[in-house]
């Protein structure tokens, strides 16, 4: 009797393992696209920093590391800016939200090329502060001044605000004309303030407040989008609301 029952018992451990296998395979099946283009993505990064670091005559491990550890200096050197960094890229996933969101079947989708172009112009922004494209790379490489660049992001926001001027206007947009005040000042102290100790900390503090008040309002409107839904949010996640 005790050996049935064991034997019982393994037969029906080897069927949920069994099971359990099957629903692997049927997983891989389904996410075979998303698996593909994640595994693309980091061919894409892992070739990109070896060309990068080849191009620039730059260690690879150098390229890995953190910059405090690659020059030696304390941890907390470069930490506001690298809270900047971290905040332009929380902007730039809430606006990619947002399009996701009014992307939904049935839903107002008049508003998916505003949240994309905000997120594609806050990711650019994001990599400009992040790898400092501005002040030393297109200089570098493509022969291009600070003031050149400055001159063409001003072109890329103004045509985003053209656009778009319609839906803005629909928005709390007195919060992003903040934000482009607190980013003038800063542009205006680095351009026109002799560089120093006071100068660089006005000029990123303005910056990182500007940064703040950009979050702040494309926030609220993916907050205002997502709430005037016909459908409840939770089918972003496959469930139908109640």
Not at 202 to 231: C, H
Request: aromatic share 12%; with cysteine.
């Amino acid at each position: 009797m005790a050996e049935t029952v064991r034997h019982s018992e393994h037969s029906a451990s080897i069927e949920v393992l069994l099971g359990e296998w099957h629903s692997l395979g049927r997983q891989l099946v389904g996410v075979r696209t998303p698996l593909l283009a994640a595994l693309f993505c980091c061919a894409l990064l892992v070739g990109g920093s070896m060309t990068a670091g080849r191009v620039a005559g730059i260690d690879l491990s150098d390229l890995t590391r953190d910059r405090a550890a690659v020059v030696g200096t304390r941890v907390l050197a470069g930490a506001v800016s690298q809270f900047g960094v971290m905040l332009w890229a929380s902007g730039a996933a809430l606006c990619f939200l947002g399009a996701s969101l009014v992307s939904l079947p049935g839903h107002n989708r008049a508003w998916r090329g505003f949240f994309l172009s905000a997120g594609l112009l806050t990711t650019l922004l994001c990599f400009d502060d992040q790898y400092m494209f501005h002040e030393s790379l297109f200089p570098r490489f493509l022969h291009v001044e600070e003031s050149g660049t400055y001159v063409a992001y001003i072109i890329l926001t103004l045509w985003f605000l053209y656009y778009h001027r319609k839906k803005i206007l629909a928005t709390e947009y007195i919060v992003l004309i903040i934000a482009f005040l607190l980013f003038s000042v800063s542009v205006a102290a680095d351009q026109f303030l002799e560089f120093s100790d006071i100068e660089t900390f006005v000029e990123d503090m303005f910056k990182l407040t500007g940064i703040i008040f950009w979050i702040l309002y494309f926030g609220r409107t993916v907050l205002q989008q997502a709430t005037a839904l016909d459908k409840p949010v939770s089918l972003v996640i496959g469930r139908e609301g109640p």
